[in-house]
């Protein structure tokens, strides 16, 4: 069974960044798609980002250029970057995993706000 636990949300200004981590439990961390997906007040949840195995990246249109999906596989871990956060990238935040099934994180909590 494959276990995602999200850190790293909380509250940031306008123009300020956030790091969240996404930790996997289970075995073949390399073998699977890693992603974030994020959910605004009152919106259904969205794409955000993915990594590949071998590292390729994509991005939602509104994140690219600020956000950057990151993966250690020695630690089992993927990490979404976010700069120039603005009051529309309000959400919570959850880490994907793909590979033969999908399993989904808890969720956390990131607010944009002055």
């Known amino acids: 069974q494959v276990h995602l636990v999200e850190s790293g949300g909380g509250l940031v200004q306008p123009g300020g960044s956030l790091r969240l981590s996404c930790a996997f439990s289970?075995?073949?961390?390399?073998?699977?798609?890693m992603g974030w997906y994020r959910q605004p007040p009152g919106k259904q949840r969205e794409w955000v980002a993915d990594?590949?195995?071998?590292?390729?990246?994509n991005y939602r249109v509104s994140v690219k250029g600020r956000f950057t999906i990151s993966r250690d596989n020695a630690k089992n871990t993927v990490y979404l970057q976010m700069n120039s956060l603005k009051p529309e990238d309000t959400a919570v935040y959850y880490c994907?995993?793909?590979?033969?099934?999908?399993?989904w994180g808890q969720g956390t909590q990131v607010t944009v706000s002055s």
């Open positions: 994907r995993a793909l590979y033969r099934e999908i399993y």
């Open positions: 289970g075995s073949i961390f390399s073998s699977y798609v």
């Open positions: 990594i590949m195995s071998a590292g390729q990246t």
